[in-house]
């Protein structure tokens, strides 16, 4: 059974940092992209970022360019986000989702997600 | 405001048949981008309902189809059930954001 599972949220004063990780099981993980998509508290579906299987091509949201990292550990199945310079309207529920293919296209999978708080 | 546009809400009674539109443009359905659509049941992450355009995962009901057009999309539910309240975003990509975009979501009511 393909899972994901996120970690690594939780509440940060502005401008401080934060590390997201997903760790994926149940499919060959370096096969596929994989995206971060968030959702603000009784908002809609905000891509993130994606990163190709082989973590070679990373692609971010204008609103996260310059302050978030994506990025991937092909060996530990894993995917992380790093999170700087964050700000109040960061503050979402950020989902891990494998993509359908080896670069972005639609996403088959998602995990549960982590809650992030940007609060002082 | 959304790269790719959906009504807030629509609302039908058991059995009816709705439609969920999503308007995008020449930089992204227009572009001859597939559009894929995801349901999110209250309290819960996102699931495939469509994807490339009209084709639906194992396991997701034939009363859900897709279509596109143009520089639009639809999604359809036919004899709705309540279990079919949710929201309904569509995503595609954008060539001028070089990126994934998503519709701002709809809301299904089942009355």
């Known amino acids: 059974e393909v899972q994901l599972l996120e970690s690594g949220g939780g509440l940060v004063q502005p401008g401080g940092s934060l590390r997201l990780s997903c760790a994926a099981s149940?499919?060959?993980?370096?096969?596929?992209?994989m995206n971060w998509v968030r959702q603000a508290p009784g908002k809609g579906l905000e891509w993130v970022s994606a990163?190709?299987?082989?973590?070679?091509?990373?692609y971010y949201a204008d609103s996260v360019k310059g302050r978030f990292t994506i990025s991937r550990d092909n060996s530990k199945n894993t995917l992380f986000l790093q999170m700087n310079s964050l700000r109040a309207e960061d503050t979402a529920v950020y989902y891990c989702?494998?993509?359908?293919?080896?670069?972005?296209?639609?996403?088959?999978?998602w995990g549960k997600g982590t809650t992030v708080t940007v609060s002082s | 405001q959304s790269v790719l546009t959906q009504s807030p809400s629509v609302s039908g009674a058991p059995g009816q048949r709705v439609t969920i539109s999503c308007t995008g443009s020449?930089?992204?359905?227009?572009?001859?981008?597939?559009v894929h659509w995801y349901q999110q049941l209250p309290g819960t992450a996102p699931k495939l309902l469509i994807y490339?355009?009209?084709n639906r995962p194992s396991g997701v009901p034939d009363r859900f189809s897709g279509s596109k057009s143009g520089t639009s999309a639809s999604l359809a539910i036919t004899g709705l059930q309540a279990e079919d309240e949710a929201d309904y975003y569509c995503?595609?990509?954008?060539?001028?954001?070089?990126?994934?975009?998503f519709g701002g979501g709809t809301k299904l009511t089942v009355l």
């Open positions: 020449s930089s992204n359905i227009g572009a001859d981008y597939a």
């Open positions: 995503q595609s990509y954008d060539s001028s954001l070089s990126g994934v975009v």
């Open positions: 490339g355009n009209t």
């Open positions: 990163i190709s299987g082989g973590g070679g091509d990373t």
């Open positions: 989702a494998k993509d359908s293919s080896m670069n972005p296209y639609f996403m088959d999978v």
């Open positions: 149940g499919f060959t993980f370096s096969s596929y992209a």
